[in-house]
């Protein structure tokens, strides 16, 4: 038996498959789950990547059609059944290889440096002088976030990939832990819906840390990033979705919840789009 | 007064980690109990992210209940990028109006249930 998955696009509908993705290889009786699908987009290979890590480590996957077995296989998805058929390689230079962090806030600062000056920069030539620098401390930003409030003891999981001919990369984290919501709404003692929770989480001073320590930039320090580079900025969490997109923003509620909170973006490669006054006086 | 050279003290350029923006934290707060003011310097650092930036001058401004012009006056901070400088005032804002809220004993659900972005 095969399940065919939906084409996985940007839209929040799609993103929300994945809950479904999840509680289907779950559910899977056999040990190797087999999918029908023309397409992955990296987000769904880092939550797979990480879902069956965690949730089902004795669970391999292949696909039918043979180049997203290529696909998996280079990005080093490690549970891609032996028996998967390959097709023609793709260019490595074009994959962001799936990594995950875990570790204490020093170790894992560290890897992320040496992450993206290794496999990141190295494949992107036109990401230059300051444009480096702000896309390094937003990705830090993340993984950081991901540790400190998803506290998943499995870490946090990213893959990506380059689009040269289209001037941007993509690139997707995931964390299977508490979730945004969740730690919202018991930080908050409020009923809000997930979508709420996410949008409130993303405003500059919001945080769930105590009051007595200083917090709550990180999310809104990235949010305004994307805004300038023209970028996009997505986050799903449990049941909840938001998204921006040249400054605006789409909230919704998804039909099947995710566990943890999977974080998208899509980086233009434009040096002159990281900073404010840039922007303003150029665009 | 005395000086740190933030660089040095921590060992690397990449002042990333929150761990790392507490070791600022600590020795800032000690220069700060023995001396009006403290000269910290950023020179040759590579990263500064919000997290290091909170947990070393965004604590400091809410536990020595300095607002801008008092950090300004007992922080002098060189070497950073004007960017960076930006998130520096970004953080004793937010610090500040947090040490507010603190001080009033603002109820937090209150508070949130009327700060929800719409």
Redesign the interface.
């Known amino acids: 038996m095969e399940w065919q998955l939906p084409h996985f696009s940007l839209k929040p509908e799609s993103i929300g498959q994945l809950g479904v993705l999840g509680s289907t290889i779950l559910a899977w009786a056999s040990d190797c789950v087999t999918l029908k699908s023309k397409f992955l987009r990296p987000y769904c290979v880092c939550y797979l990547e990480h879902f069956v890590s965690k949730f089902a480590a004795s669970r391999f996957i292949k696909f039918e059609e043979s180049s997203v077995n290529q696909y998996l296989a280079q990005s080093g998805f490690s549970h891609l059944s032996g028996d998967a058929e390959l097709s023609t390689p793709f260019n490595q230079s074009m994959i962001i290889q799936l990594q995950r962090f875990a570790g204490d806030s020093t170790t894992v600062s560290r890897q992320v440096v040496s992450w993206v000056k290794q496999e990141l920069f190295p494949f992107i030539p036109a990401i230059k002088g300051a444009l480096k620098k702000h896309v390094t401390e937003n990705l830090w930003e993340i993984v950081n976030n991901a540790l400190t409030h998803g506290r998943c003891p499995h870490g946090v999981t990213t893959c990506g990939q380059f689009y040269p001919n289209c001037g941007y990369f993509e690139i997707a984290f995931y964390d299977a832990g508490l979730g945004i919501p969740n730690t919202v709404r018991t930080f908050a003692g409020k009923d809000w819906s997930d979508d709420q929770c996410i949008a409130w989480a993303t405003q500059e001073g919001h945080s769930t840390s105590p009051l007595a320590e200083s917090a709550g930039l990180g999310l809104h320090l990235l949010r305004q990033f994307l805004t300038v580079n023209g970028g996009i900025f997505q986050i799903a969490s449990e049941n909840g979705y938001y998204g921006e997109h040249h400054g605006r923003v789409n909230r919704a509620l998804l039909r099947n919840k995710i566990e943890g909170t999977l974080v998208n973006l899509r980086i233009i490669f434009d040096e002159r789009l990281y900073s404010l006054e840039v922007s303003d006086e150029e665009h | 007064m005395k000086s740190i050279s933030v660089v040095e003290t921590m060992g690397?350029r990449?002042l990333?980690?929150?761990?790392?923006g507490h070791r600022l934290y600590e020795l800032i707060r000690d220069a700060l109990r023995k001396n009006d003011s403290v000269h910290v310097d950023f020179a040759t650092y590579?990263?500064?992210?919000?997290?290091f930036?909170?947990?070393s001058l965004?604590?400091i401004?809410?536990d020595f209940d300095l607002d801008q012009e008092r950090f300004d006056r007992r922080i002098q901070i060189v070497g950073l990028?004007?960017?960076d400088i930006d998130?520096v005032r970004?953080?004793v804002q937010?610090?500040v109006?947090?040490k507010k809220?603190?001080d009033k004993k603002i109820d937090?659900?209150q508070y949130?249930?009327t700060?929800?972005?719409?």
């Open positions: 690397t990449e990333l980690s929150p761990d790392l590579e990263f500064l992210s919000s997290s930036l909170n947990r965004g604590q401004s809410m990028e004007k960017d998130d970004l953080c937010n610090a109006m947090r809220l603190l937090l659900n949130y249930s700060h929800l972005a719409h």
